[in-house]
């Protein structure tokens, strides 16, 4: 029996997105979320496509989230080198991979730029289902040095910044002088946030 592939946009028998689709995605209005790069509100078909991705082992949408990002921001870039947002151990053993760093490696070798994992997370609860007030106490990093100084750094889905922010400062702390936040999705800021 032959396996037809779906389009995840439209269902339509395709091998990936349909043309139709993909450009739907790509010249969709880009989200915006202060300090952050972002590709896309975090609803609809791209939703479910990261929920897949995290929740039922769909690790083919990774590298298509990195090609999306790309589409939309790699002229932007300045950079020497893209890491990641590690997710925590016990994620990465329920899913067999960090989603993030199968998103930044496409998107480094899009851009042309070595990918390296320069944050280790010193703690391992995750941020899914907290409040806005303990994400900003959680995910906490350590940085290690590298001759980057210029370094993209990515995740999957932006809620309060919070996590970004940390590996941010643990980047920065190591000297790493420009450091560009990138997300695929953000949630809807609060009101009155942007």
Known sequence: MLFLARCPGCGAVHGGWCDGCWTVLVNAPVEHRSGVLVSHEYAGALR??????????ARW???????LWVERHAQVCDLQAVTW??????????????????????IARRLGV????????????????????ERRDGARFI??????????????????GATLEHGLDALRSVGVRM?????????KAPEGRR
């Open 143 to 160: 940085a290690r040095r590298s001759r980057y100084t210029r370094v993209l750094l990515v995740d999957d889905v932006v809620t309060t």
């Open 48 to 57: 479910e496509l990261i929920v897949a991705m995290k929740y039922t082992s």
């Open 114 to 133: 070595p990918c390296t994992r320069l944050l280790r997370r010193i703690d391992d609860t995750a941020q899914t289902g907290r409040t806005a007030s």
């Open 179 to 187: 450091v560009t936040c990138a997300a695929i999705a953000a949630t």
């Open 85 to 106: 947002v590690p997710t925590t151990r016990t994620r990465i053993r329920e899913r067999g991979y960090d989603q993030s760093e199968l998103i930044a490696r496409r």
């Open 61 to 67: 949408v990774a590298p298509m989230l990195g090609e």
